[in-house]
């Protein structure tokens, strides 16, 4: 059952919001947007590194990477796309409709440095 949470920006860090807003993916760690809109990427950062070490997914590297470059992080971002791509076989066509431009825009940035 999907529901969601409505998160108020003022009081973002009371209790619950670590729960973010769903109860899918968000709960586990793969969508940190809650983050984002509030401008907090290592927080994201921080959350889908849980994440990872708990259930490791293609598509939780694909959200850990993009939490990375969102924190200036350029070589941590390299380490985790080439992780997802390579290890969990991460493709295009796995990532949300909605995301498959910047999955488009993070392959060819982060591996045009490839040997």
Do not use: C, I
Request: no cysteine.
């Amino acid at each position: 059952m999907l529901y969601k949470r409505v998160v108020d920006p003022v009081n973002a860090s009371g209790p619950g919001f670590s729960e973010l807003y769903h109860n899918n993916s968000s709960a586990s760690g793969d969508d940190n947007s809650a983050y984002d809109a509030l401008g907090r990427p290592e927080d994201a950062v921080g959350k889908l590194q849980e994440a990872v070490r708990e259930t490791p997914t293609a598509t939780r590297y694909f959200h850990l990477t993009r939490a990375f470059v969102k924190a200036d992080k350029g070589a941590a971002a390299r380490d985790a796309w080439q992780k997802a791509k390579k290890e969990f076989h991460l493709r295009e066509k796995q990532v949300h409709p909605l995301e498959r431009a910047e999955f488009r825009r993070l392959d060819a940035e982060l591996t045009k440095d490839r040997l």
